[in-house]
């Protein structure tokens, strides 16, 4: 049996979807109940409900054999998982975005301020941490967990780094793209020891999703 961790909230209709198409259908209504763990109708998964960034640990110290996840949540983790498939669901993109007007001053993010620090403000600390690292700018990172594109507008941050679907919610507040970090979508998440001791039953399932994949 293999144990397949699925994350709540915008991704749960779509993974359930496209495992029903690669023949792993649930004796429960997944989306509607308030158990936590699922048996499939052949008894050969089993699915747990688990917040969305705590797939990639679930799947890497093994207590889910899979996972589906957001490439956004794997980058933040540093989860130790084999990523054998994209999953064709979920795009959006990683970006710092700010006032709309600052638009022009993207390429000198160091002169823009009084300070040589740009503060950012994101649920993404360490996907943030590394994209300033690797340009080599000073980055103060303010930790929030919703309602993220309020910081610039009261002065808590500079900038902020969050997942952008449609833009609509930035441009509502007056906020724009500065810059892409990453593009993001679903993805297959594997554990290394199970794909080894259940090479068969991975490489069977993994197959199904491939050809379940629109």
Known sequence: MLVIALCKGRFLEPSLELLGRAGVQFTDD?????????????KRFH???????????????GAADIGIAG???????????????DLNFGYCRIAIAGPAQAQAETRDYIGRFDSPTVRVATKYPRITMDHFN?????????????????????????????????????????????????????????????????????????????????
């Open 30 to 42: 997944v989306s509607s109940s308030r158990k936590l763990i699922f048996e499939s109708t052949d």
């Open 47 to 61: 699915a747990v409900l688990v917040k969305p960034t705590d797939v990639p640990t679930y799947v890497e110290y």
């Open 71 to 85: 490439l956004d949540v794997l980058l933040e983790s540093h989860a130790d998982v084999l990523q054998p498939l």
């Open 134 to 214: 690797s340009r080599g700018i000073p980055v103060e990172i303010i930790p929030l967990s919703g309602s993220i594109e309020l910081a610039p507008l009261i002065g808590l941050a500079d900038r902020i780094v969050d997942l952008v679907e449609t833009g609509r919610t930035l441009k509502e507040n007056g906020l724009e793209i500065l810059e892409v970090i990453a593009e993001s979508s679903a993805k297959l998440l594997i554990n290394r020891a199970g794909y080894q001791t259940k090479r068969q039953e991975v490489l069977t399932f993994i197959q199904a999703l491939e050809s379940a994949r629109r």
